[in-house]
């Protein structure tokens, strides 16, 4: 078997998983999303037996462990509760707090208007995206994978040679080519292929649509758009130590500590009614002065008189039907798989999901873990999955 990994961009200067923050945590509300997080934990522990390459330096994804602390008002405090329950059934290690061993544990917080809190005890944290995608790229290539800097603009099809049971009106096909438009040309390389996986983050969507294919092979469309989201980094000597959580507001604010020198990372999603334009990676500045410093600084008083030293933006591969990951066959394209659109969470879950997309392709069937329910099934039946964790 061949491999060919297409990359346009082999810097990765707009690939959202360099631009993300590299936090995992065990606390979703969907059984698919915690076991996925379980499974890229234990990967990451032993990262090593995966992607460790002979006779080179061990990898170090410098994961710091810490939990995520979620915040939750009264009125939101049940259902906080009942997704506890669940993620401890999927074996997740998380405590519930009460407003009163929430400021046992963290004086420095207002828990003014929580009700209670989830804390992540084990399995959660962050850490360096860049050296987690540098692992894969490098341990894929050493087993022989190919790769070329290029862009995927088309896909040629032809009629499926998959059996439909008669009476059906499906309409099937199968990818023969795919068309790659190389940099500094003004031509197609058309790459014969048995199997296409589309892994293009926020541009799956996009690149679907655009693959000049025939309209009925498209529908429904896949409602995978990037959607820009900022990080900011800001200096506070006097805020939270060295025990500081990954601390997701009642309001959707977050932060976490950035290293041991008082500085930290965070942000907020905005409303739909306010998401920024996705054209370009320009940061908006007001949007922490007037959205995220006011919400964090009441949450943390001692940030009151924080410096903020920079930001960025990158993009979520966010899904707009339900923002969770598509993952598995395409309906209408036979050799087509998917594996996108997991929004806030996909760099935590990219293990998990290339392990699934691998045993599809050479099994035939999941093992490690079922993921069938993120399939595109769903979409056709206009069948959400909800995830309440998305931030
Ligand atoms: C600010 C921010 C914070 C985040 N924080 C977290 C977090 O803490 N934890 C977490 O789990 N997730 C987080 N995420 C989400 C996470 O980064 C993404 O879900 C994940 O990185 C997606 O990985 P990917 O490989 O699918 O996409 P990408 O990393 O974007 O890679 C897709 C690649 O496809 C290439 N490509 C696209 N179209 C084509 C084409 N037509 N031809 C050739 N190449 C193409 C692109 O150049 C790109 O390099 C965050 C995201 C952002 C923006």
Redo the contacts with the bound molecule.
Sequence with gaps: MKVLV????PT?S???????????RQQFSLPENIQMSRFSASFLRNINEHLGVPNEPPIDVQFQPSGYLFLAPLERAAGLEATVRLQREEGAQVALLSPTQLKEKFPWIDTEDVAVASYGLQDEG?FD?WTL?HAFRHKAMSLGVLSCA????GFVTSASDAMVPQGSAAVTARIRYVH?HMPDSREYQPVACAIVIN??????G??LGAAGLPGELCQPPLPIQPRK???FSWHCPDGPGFSCPLLVDTTGAYFRRDGIAGNYLG?MSPTEEEEPDAGDLSVDHDFFQEQVWPRLARRVPAFSSLRLRSA??????YNTFDQNGVLGPHPKLDNLFL??G?????????PAAGRAIAELVLRGRYESLDLRRLGWQRLEEGKRLEEDGVV
Excluded: K, N
């Design positions: 297409v990359e346009r961009d990765y707009r690939a959202s998983t360099v631009l993300s923050i590299g936090g995992i962050w995206p995608l290029g862009e995927v603009r790659v892994a293009a983050g926020a541009w799956a996009e690149l989201r900022y990080v942000g960025w933006a990158g993009y979520y591969d594996a996108a997991f929004s806030g969470h996909g760099l935590q879950h990219a």
